[in-house]
């Protein structure tokens, strides 16, 4: 797979915010925000701001950041989504820009142990936008 510059970068144009997404989490190196594709409601991509094709190329401190952040918004979304069951996937196909799925799952999702690629559900922007703030809303209410 080629290297890529940040400048042709997909997830580097949303910490530009010039790719608008459904954002859940945002401090001043990471970023956590709706997948545009769901695997299932409240899919999510937690990314370093800085570029890095993989997560394994990240400094192994800023490594450990991003998974806490990680553990900070899957809590946020076993709550909003009533369920324990939140599968972690570092993925790193689709967009060459270091990133963790974090895809709620459910009993019935129709899934298999890990999601189906083909599986996408349409989620109507306003749901989106719905999703979004309940999760944000449950992150703001954790301690820090
Ligand atoms: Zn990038």
Not at 48 to 55: D, F
Not at 67 to 92: C, N, P, S, Y
Not at 106 to 122: T, V, Y
Request: aromatic share 10%; hydrophobic share 40%.
């Amino acid at each position: 797979m080629p290297l890529i510059s940040s400048d042709d970068c997909v997830f580097c144009d949303i910490v530009r915010g010039a790719n608008p997404h459904e954002i859940v989490y945002e401090d001043a190196e990471f970023l956590g925000f709706l997948d545009k594709y769901p695997l299932n409601p409240g899919h999510t991509q937690v990314i370093p701001k800085s570029h890095y094709r993989w997560v394994w190329d990240m400094e192994s401190a800023n490594l450990g950041f991003l998974f806490m952040k990680a553990q900070r918004i899957t809590k946020a979304l076993q709550a909003v989504f009533d369920t324990e069951w939140i599968i972690a996937d570092t993925g790193g196909i689709g967009v060459p820009h270091a990133h963790v799925h974090l895809v709620p799952r459910f009993e019935d999702d129709g899934h298999g142990e890990l999601p189906d690629p083909k599986i996408l559900r349409e989620i109507p922007d306003q749901e989106m936008e719905d999703i979004a703030r309940k999760i944000r809303a449950e992150i703001e209410r954790m301690p820090q």
